[in-house]
């Protein structure tokens, strides 16, 4: 196997900066991912920029958290057999906006002091919801 060259290590970390993961990213860019855990151990500045590629990841981790909690995301229907369903007025396929909550409490828990303590939550079969009563006294005031 040839030395990794410079750009590699930039070639991966912008792939990195864009799946956040590393075997994905090495994946994508022809290299081993153990060749990764030696750049960091051996490259002092590699692994400066490998922790700047991580926060970036995450951030953008949590950009699609929020697109698919706020904005959702189109989920079209099919048939038994497959075929798309269509929309009884329009004659094109039939898609429901779906959003998930469980993204929004995390997104929420993470932004917002109040939110992070909130228990004991209440458990449905599809979403966990932390309510916050004021009689709980959760805001820090009270018994």
Known sequence: MSRPTISSK???LEAFRECGGITKAAELVGINRVTVFKWRRDDPKFAAAFADAQVEAAHNLEDEARRRA???????????????????????????????????????????PKFRALEPAITTGAATVAVYLPENHRDGEGA
């Not at 099919?78 to 039939?94: C, N, R």
């Open 10 to 12: 930039g070639r991966f």
């Open 70 to 112: 706020v904005e959702g995301s189109r989920r079209y229907r099919f048939k038994a057999d497959g075929s798309p369903l269509l929309h009884p007025e329009t004659g094109l396929p039939y898609f429901e906006e779906v959003y998930s909550d469980a993204l929004l409490v995390l997104l929420l828990k993470a932004h917002s």
